[in-house]
């Protein structure tokens, strides 16, 4: 097969106006195991919509976007369901920003010759192909985006996304694929994306080729510690707050340790009041991605009136979950949050 | 009980000279499924140390160190067997740190009231308490480091983590429990550690706190884009390399893209030539931490002649294939690299 | 909390007839991981159901009846989607035939203490209560039937069932629980039911019961070679097979095994031609129940064109694979087998 | 590749006398994680050797034998470790009778074509091969037993099993490969093997060929029903029991009945009062494998003082576990329990 073969069907999207599952996760809220735990937690992700109080963060951990579900995310920010991001690099930069070019994922398989398809420079997510060559020109947006657009100085994750934003609307040869994105959307809205590890992806690879084109410094740096700094005043913007969680890893540690910042500088906002998480791992290894949310109750950081821990592959649960919330339509009136406006006056990254 | 009862027994580190397992893991090899597996990731160990122009990293994600792991890393580190680490926040910073400034884990269980142990001031790893207090004292001393020791710039994580060894080297009282620190440990052996999400741990409320007791900058910042560069430089220094993973997530992710990031900046170095992955999770969800090592050579990152995973939890499979490592002495004669003399003379993040 | 109090809420079985996923699982379709892969099976057991000369095997492992999933299976049954079920025995007997004798499971919480439950003889599977009580009432009914209904001679367990689906019907007071039944609607539409392990549920204490009162043979006896045989019959009736299968265990395996049997007697059937499994057990453990469709291939059991595992726990996917069969329709039109008939003039254990 | 370059290297059982876990396993006794739980399982199994009013059941599912761990199951019971076995058929007919005929299983890989591999007639378990045609004959000389060496009546599987034993002492050809049969070694011992789901097997195309070559009663016949008898007997017998369980499935549901089942006829035995799992299951599917053993409490089956659920992989995990047993001698002067002398007088299936 050619390359071209191997690239032929392109991922589709999921669109939540197309499906309404609001009376099949109803009917699972009196069954037992993962359908009832997903009807809690669709339940959860409800009442948190509909508690004017509350701001709702949203973690992405897992190849996620390339899998189909950006447009649902999207959906999620165009109505005010969600008011702050915390994701991995991969999701932000290689995957949304990716597909902001203008460029696509390809329906894949797992039963292929992976040194062969190393020859024919693509890449492979499980199931899912992606060209190199398209990823590397994505690699230099985000060098050109440093060497030429940026001033030289540090800036957090966030910051830096919104710059990703502004960069998308900056040319109209992004216009038909901007609208579908998420760092555009968000941007657009006024809701902060944090990267935590944003080195950590495509993005890393644009900062090693400003800091190689740029051999004298001062360079354009991505201040880790000011994210955390940043993230941490949007619960002291908004107290009350709930977790919409999508896998574990950094994403959730992030945004369940935020609690404990405001503690530490004597600002005690209270425990995350909802909290839910889809993920197929489990708590035996100790590892934090499987971690309940119970054993995060102990750390202080999640209460356990409202929580639910979901074990599912999120591709099938969080279509279910996102698509009740939409469809039941308690965010209805909920106010846009546009925690970016705190920091527009000066950045907090230096 | 009282929290003094919860908080009894504490996690014993596990002692490579106590054991010796060759002849287990050898008859292993003619086994099936994971001893099979483990066998043969703890011969790939064993000949990529023996492969003098090999460079060994080792990562680590997952709970390890308060689990019972520090001395089998330290032993690693203390005989040349790793030559970097690239790590979560938590195993360096809250874990091992922790305890080099002289606090301990607890044998726990999960089976516990979590709402009580917040009362109690205990956090809770799976089966494991830590005394939230102790740990706070942790936060304190890194807020501590920020404030009065370092210079107000960014800093890579790894060269903060380089102030932290010295930290514990500058005060004697620290003496008797810095000796079986990885931090410490590797600051005197020059082997860098990488935290790429270095806010994402104890390290981040020390950050808040230094951010909060200044007001105005400029502050000490990390710059995660210097770590990835810096990172990059080691395999720059010494072109051939091999994989000891322990958990998936960022560190996996961090480590496989830096062959990637040595082609972007034109100066393509090799694959990494061994690699092996001890994890519980799968690949059927598109996940990183799962994601098998032939599709890591799709993205031209890993070679597939010397690739392993092994599917099991850390602390069961880590001690067989370390002592394996250990108790066969092909490492015998093996230089110590000292990656940290790269960049000594002048800070990268800046 | 009193027992009444622990048992007060009843499990509710969900209905195909409340929803429609159909654009849903269309919609997963062009994703990735177990979206795909659940779309994908979706359309294979479509496909089967529209394939007239195939006939469909359904298979039970896990607590599905209990966890709400009876009504689905039942209108399977009733639609002619299912030409026979192999099953564990806890599914057909403990838990189907225990709600047709008229007794319920009970919404509960796996986070409880069990030895407190055991004291109120409260059984629990994960989340879910039944009353030990009534349990031994349905223990008891099948010793009565091995007692004073049957003859004393082996039974297959497929004709032992039918038994039982006898005996619902033969008193009005399970009217009003038959309906709703699978071993009645099965017992009704002459769709054999086959438990390979029939004495491993309640069952067995029938089983037991009905010798410790006739110490001295003749007994009801269950002739699983004779199961074997009969599963083997119905695939020599009806060549053409495929395969829809909830879990792994036993009756994977036995669904499997049935197209070596035809070999081995020389009459070669067909390699099932259609093959869909749900299951949460991977294939990293050599197990029967996470083995791959395509490691069926090697064995000749299970052909490679139309095959697809899907990685999800049975209660969120079975709903949206039999809902999708369900309303595609493709099944109007298609035959009873009647497979029962068969066996009817003589029987096969002896 | 040929079917010969396939098949070259043979699966090599794994011998307790060539390593000793001890000092390791009790290392791991302080730290956590599943290094603790095996340790606790491990210390647990020699603490049920040491109690010399507790017999042993072993249960055995996954494919054990075939992945190298017969010879370690021989060791435990040629030296008292274990007094009684349930098991899937695979493990005791295809694989370990299977090796007792002559027959090898092989060094395999996943990564192959899986449709080469049925026109090689190679049968694929995970990473290991088997010869179709060596099998076909493992099926033969169980229909042999059938038509030529039984009574045409009801057996139990254990009865047939001892049958399989006395078979293979009737012929020296069998000398060189019997002496490291579990089958052999069980039947010399006089310790009952029980398969439940006995049909579900190489036994069970035997048992096909057999109807086939005698179209008119009577068969001879298994009657799963007189195993759970026999199985409830051994309890009566030595009431104290201690179960060693490697996987779930049936095994596991049957040996934990056996202590309802005595309740039933009047004769309440005690709960089993020790009981380890080694799984790599969880509970959050409901399901029978990965239920815990505090769950198997509330079913009033096993105590919860000395109870431990080991998330491994067995082939890992069992020669740490039984090795510290061995190697712990606390099973020194345990006397044999031959509970198949219960049952020489008269046959219990019928």
Same mark, same amino acid.
């Given at each position: 097969m050619t ?13 939540l ?76 930069? /290689? ?29 492979r997510?499980?199931?899912?192909f ?11 947006? &985000? ?18 996304i ?78 009350e707050s709930?977790?919409?969680? &999508? ?20 600002? /005690? ?7 839910i ?12 991605s499987g ?8 750390w202080?950081?999640v ?37 970016? /406006?705190i ?8």
């Open positions: 390359k071209q073969e191997y690239l032929s069907r392109t991922i589709e999207h999921l669109d106006n197309t499906f309404n599952p609001v009376t099949l996760v109803d009917g699972m809220d009196a069954m037992a195991f993962q359908a009832r735990n997903l009807s809690r937690a669709a339940q959860i992700y409800d009442r948190m919509l509909g508690d004017q109080e509350t701001c709702v963060y949203l973690t992405l951990a897992g190849s996620l976007i390339s899998a189909g579900l950006k447009k649902v995310i999207v959906q999620l920010l165009e109505n005010n369901m969600v008011d702050a991001i915390v994701s991995t690099g991969a999701n932000i930069v /290689d995957q949304d920003f990716f597909e902001a070019l203008g460029f696509k994922h390809y329906v894949g398989t797992p039963f292929v010759d992976d040194t062969k398809m190393r020859e024919l420079m693509i890449d997510i499980y199931d899912t992606i060209d190199e060559e398209d990823l590397r020109i994505c690699d230099d947006v &985000i060098g050109h985006i440093c060497n030429h657009v940026l001033e030289r100085r540090p800036y957090t994750s966030r910051e830096f919104v710059e990703m934003g502004r960069f998308l609307e900056s040319d109209e040869k992004y216009a038909p694929y901007r609208k579908d994105s998420i760092v555009y959307t968000a941007y657009k809205k006024g809701v902060p994306i944090f990267c935590p590890a944003f080195s950590d992806c495509s993005a890393g690879f644009g900062f090693v080729m400003h800091r190689n084109d740029n051999p004298t410094g001062p360079h354009v740096t991505i201040d880790t510690a000011g994210d955390f700094w940043e993230l941490t005043q949007t619960k002291l913007r908004n107290p709930g977790l919409l969680m &999508i896998g574990g890893g950094v994403p959730k540690n992030f945004i369940q340790d935020v609690v404990v910042a405001t503690e530490v500088i004597g600002q /005690d906002a209270p425990m995350h009041k909802y909290a998480q889809i993920t197929v791992a489990d708590e035996r290894d100790g590892a934090l971690s309940t949310l119970k054993e995060a109750c102990s202080g950081k209460d356990v009136v409202y929580e639910q821990m979901v074990f599912s592959e999120a591709t099938v649960a969080l279509p279910l979950i996102a698509g009740y919330g939409y469809h039941k339509k308690s965010w209805v009136g909920r106010p846009e949050r546009r925690f970016n /406006d920091f527009e006056k000066a950045p907090v990254a230096r």
